[in-house]
């Protein structure tokens, strides 16, 4: 088969080109949303429209078609690399090529104007203003179904996009047994003394807590070299190319902890991605391999190392200095309590580890309902609320720290929230499969060491990039596949020990 | 000739894309120069490579061809706007379909490299660092030449890129002119007494700095919800998009001239920019039209009004409230003579309106001798202090203050610098013919008022963006070509004041 070596370099050339044009992509979108002038958005959708159409083009054309075809004749002869990602161009070929090109490109705007528009109506709790884009993104994503096709469920087609293979019939019956449990732990702490945390809600100074977030990040490992720490509405990390991986946090001055756990959660995305190996730079697999393992990795920092004992033993003596006057009478002890306090509460990113899943798989539900119609977008408040008493037993007293507090419906980004779970699950397998390679961890991050710890994530996990499917990258870091008894054990584990079960 | 309407409109989508491409690069510019993390240069240029190349590309396509000679076919149904882009378009492609698009590519990432590593000799004031870059860079240009063809000179088709029509033949009398009666001024003023400027060299807090350029570019009328101020090492200002207009500026904690000065420099061409009528939005005529004019436009404000005695009866007090220990020995007179002294420098940006014009000279013909060959970029720097003695009876101390000064040669910028000077003579001419129509605009200017002059400008100039050649827009605006009496009569009432001949 002579020629093929040639046909793999323009093929590498192709798939070259794809990857800058995402960097350009996510640096536009990062600029969006933390330098832009508000003026330059409807420029800025237009370019993103633009853009992304390019790519989608590229990635549909008859000249893609081509090498699949010529390349996939030839399989033996392409090395791991460059299977991989003829596996994924294939893949996004035929879910795609039916999608008409006018249809995307509007998409791509839709999303970026909504986005825009949630911001305001968040800030303003004026779901009505979100509303009609909130329709139009739903019936956008129901087409789009329409041509990608599903296989039992319209939601399936969804998840694959975020986590390949999952399905509604794999998810229904693991989220059901992570109920149960969840149900089961909230049941042994509702009678136990609550943690004293009013101290989480002093004034702290917003410039004071954004260079303690910079310091931890230091810590952690993350190279501002190679990134940058800025402040935005909702916390985010992304990867614009090798050597440029970046975070961004927010700073209430009345309230601790999202700050500082945000950034350690955002720092664990982008340790992920500033460790992917060098080899695969300029290819579409220089990036994480899926939303449920990269939430693995930013809620394995952000709570199993972050929220434990030892990193506050290690750390609260130099927050106390940051904050004497606002920490002075706090024993790390009672700090450790109060950042790992179980109780019900309105938003996400702010709820402990035990309730945080249970915030998922309402989203989950509602979603599932949206797509198939049988919730409509005007009732989503009120479906809203009502799932939140029957899940968390409270009632968000605005939509912006209800319904509106996310952004990843304005983005269109449906089938993505279950990743938050499958992270803390897969999470929780990892730290079970590092405690066996690196038993005393505990000691070492209680002297703030975390090279072994990011040595061992980087081996198994962060350097391949996309190279593996997340399942084998999974089966790979702890030899086995999803599992929620790993989570359990550590729930137990930690909150029996605080809250005396 | 059924059919034109459907090329028309394929014609401006085709200029769209083109348009928001640009929007990108401007962005990916302006981020590598003010936020990026510095591992990620690489990468960086990579990408820019890849999307200036698909630009340029796009330019030359047979797509573009057949659009050229379809639309050529039938100029008389277009509108002026349709004209004028396919106008732009015929030069672009007759000159640009002979570069091979591979040597086109090498050369945008030679460019980002090059301008990193000039950032870094420029700070070690390290020639030999830069000179390598700038050699390829210098014969790249002149193999570019070779494919782009000449008039009479070399660096005509050089000045062309940045000042459509301007040749050599034109350029060598103009400058001999301004250098002939440049002298002349200096000798009237070399012995009268100079004026005290000691107190610029206080230290004045770079965040009071900042907060003033603010401030200042507020009263110019700087839309900060379609733009932004940041800080960088060589200040600039870029239209990334209608609605989206930056500028940068650079505080010096011992000289205040700089980032004042600079931000307002930069604020005239932003006004320039976010002044464009929207009716050319999303095309490439969005844009200033040539670099003369767009000069014209920030050193009408930085010195014509900028530099006025009637801006300082304005202004000086509120600087004096912001700087109470720095300036409060100051008078208004005195601060306006010092910021208005003549006398030779090592710094362009920072050289007084009189010698102003002779760095630019020096630069012209280093560039012309570079270009022809009888100069090479290892002699840069003595020729460069030979020069500076020459025309200035100065050399500088160190390279970072001579020859490695300007980002602009890192970036292949040849024939750029004379339009400094043009925008010097176009922007007297502008006051000028702007004085007969708003006769009390001095009184204006010393009560802070500026929306005559800015509507005068708009109406005048921004408005057209890149509709008509610049010859046409300085007719329209002042009914005459370039001419140096005006530049000159301005020095002369100006300086003859303030020295007194």
Redesign the interface.
């Known amino acids: 088969m002579a020629g093929i070596e040639d046909k793999i370099l323009s093929f590498q050339d192709y798939m070259?080109?794809i990857t800058?044009?995402n960097?350009?992509i996510a640096?536009?979108d990062w600029?969006s949303r933390t330098?832009?002038?508000?003026?330059?958005?409807?420029?800025?959708s237009?370019?993103l429209?633009?853009?992304s159409s390019?790519v989608f083009q590229m990635q549909v054309s008859p000249e893609m078609r081509a090498f699949l075809e010529e390349l996939e004749a030839g399989k033996d002869q392409l090395d791991l690399k460059t299977r991989r990602m003829l596996e994924i161009s294939r893949k996004f070929y035929d879910l795609n090529q039916k999608i008409p090109a006018a249809r995307f490109h509007e998409f791509v705007v839709l999303r970026t104007q909504a986005e825009a528009v949630w911001q305001e109506a968040k800030e303003k709790s004026d779901f009505a203003m979100f509303s009609p884009y909130l329709a139009k993104i739903v019936d956008m994503t129901k087409e789009f179904i329409g041509y990608w096709g599903h296989k039992d469920h319209l939601y399936d087609t969804l998840l694959d996009m975020y986590e390949e293979g999952l399905t509604v019939s794999v998810l229904d019956p693991l989220f059901a047994n992570v109920r149960k449990q969840t149900i089961a732990i909230l049941d042994q702490i509702k009678d136990a003394p609550k943690p004293d945390k009013h101290f989480l809600e002093r004034r702290f100074d917003p410039e004071k807590q954004r260079q303690f977030s910079e310091f931890i990040l230091h810590q952690m490992g993350y190279?501002?070299?190679?990134?940058?720490l800025d402040e935005t509405v909702h916390p985010f990390a992304t990867g614009?190319?090798?050597?440029?991986v970046?975070v961004t946090t927010k700073y209430l001055p009345n309230f601790f902890n999202s700050a500082l756990f945000g950034s350690i959660h955002e720092g664990g995305h982008a340790l992920y991605e500033q460790n992917i190996s060098d080899d695969l730079?300029?290819t579409p697999l220089h990036t994480g391999v899926s939303m449920g393992i990269h939430e693995s990795q930013s809620r394995f920092w952000e709570n199993i190392i972050g929220r434990s004992h030892e990193f506050w033993q290690r750390y609260f003596p130099d927050l106390q200095k940051m904050f004497p006057d606002e920490l002075s009478d706090v024993t790390t002890d009672q700090f450790y309590k109060a950042v790992n306090a179980v109780e019900p509460s309105f938003i996400r990113i702010e709820a402990d580890e035990v309730t945080y899943n249970l915030h998922i798989m309402l989203r989950y539900e509602l979603e599932k309902a949206l797509i198939t119609g049988d919730l409509k977008v005007a009732d989503l408040p009120g479906a809203w609320n009502d799932k939140m008493q029957d899940y968390l037993g409270i009632t968000p007293p605005n939509d912006s720290e209800g319904v509106l507090q996310d952004v990843h419906w304005s983005d269109g980004s449906f089938g993505y929230f279950p990743s938050y779970s499958l992270g803390n699950i897969y999470g929780a397998q990892m730290i079970r499969a590092l405690g066996k390679d690196i038993p005393d961890y505990r000691e070492q991050v209680a002297k703030g060491e975390f090279s072994s710890i990011r040595h061992w994530l980087k081996t198994h996990i962060h350097q391949y990039g996309s190279l593996y499917k997340p399942d084998e990258i999974l089966r790979k870091a702890t030899g086995e596949g999803v599992d929620t008894s790993a989570i359990f054990d550590y729930f137990n584990r930690k909150f029996g020990r605080i809250y005396g079960f």
Not at 35 to 44: D, E, H, I, Q
Not at 223 to 228: E, I, L, P, S, V
Request: charged share 35%.
């Open positions: 070259k080109k800058d044009f960097s350009a640096l536009l600029d330098k832009m002038p508000k003026k330059g958005v409807a420029a800025r237009e370019a429209g633009t853009l390019t190279d501002f070299d190679a990134g940058r614009i190319a090798p050597g440029d970046r730079a300029g």
